[in-house]
């Protein structure tokens, strides 16, 4: 059962593995993923760069998503995230169709009230251009469609764990704070039940040039009111 997993976890995150170099910078700002350069990401331009942080302006996309997942550990629920995910691309939809691999995976996580109560997180898959107008519906997952949304974004390198994301995604809260980006993100937060959102660009079996991001997204209407 375990080499099974290990398979199937080898396969997916193998399709992100051909990236550019990546410089192990702290500055969590203005590098462009470079597993975007090799795969289809979704688009986005940059509205702002501050002090440890960008704002992102993505165009409307479509993504397939899980169920609530329920989980102490972000890291357990993106795996099983991840399983469902796999065998959705690999054809086990109702279209029997295989879908090509994207990036980033992303996890939006709402943090339980406790440091030992369950937290919830949606693991979901930026669906390819060419299925977004159709995509595969699938038991157990469903679409997310997105209008045009903003996101305060901060990088970080290495793997993402249960103790670092926390301190990354208060790392970005700290860095927008005193700047009208922090009330823009509060007063126009695009899922008020999902504080921050966790993408992952490599496979987990690549040990450098690893990329993941915090996103802090928002509903804006005008760029400039923030500025």
């Not at 990546?22 to 795969?39: A, K, L, M, Q, Y």
């Not at 994301?165 to 922090?182: D, F, P, R």
Request: aromatic share 12%; glycine share 6%; proline share 7%.
């Amino acid at each position: 059962m375990a080499t099974h997993l290990f398979k199937r976890l080898s396969l997916l995150f193998g399709l992100l593995s051909s990236i550019g170099p990546w410089s192990e910078n702290h500055d969590s700002v203005g590098i462009f993923p470079p597993t975007c350069s090799r795969i289809e990401c979704p688009s986005f331009d940059v509205v702002h760069v501050g002090n440890g942080f960008e704002v992102r302006r993505y165009n409307s996309t479509v993504w397939m998503s899980t169920s609530p997942i329920q989980d102490i550990s972000l890291v357990d629920a993106t795996r099983t995230g991840f399983l469902q995910l796999f065998d959705y691309i690999q054809g086990k939809n109702d279209y029997d169709e295989k879908i090509e691999m994207t990036a980033p995976v992303i996890t939006q996580v709402s943090p339980s009230d406790g440091p030992f109560c369950e937290s919830s997180f949606v693991v979901s898959f930026y669906v390819p251009r060419v299925n977004q107008a159709d995509p595969p519906p699938a038991k157990g997952l469903h679409s997310q469609k997105w209008g045009p949304v903003h996101a305060a974004v901060r990088q970080f390198s290495g793997f993402v764990t249960d103790e670092n994301v926390g301190e990354e995604a208060a790392a970005l809260q700290a860095s927008l704070a005193g700047t009208s980006w922090s009330s823009a993100v509060e007063k126009g937060r695009a899922d008020p039940t999902s504080v921050y959102t966790v993408a992952q660009y490599n496979s987990p079996f690549e040990f450098q040039n690893r990329v993941n991001e915090i996103w802090m997204m928002f509903d804006m209407e005008d760029d400039s009111a923030a500025m």
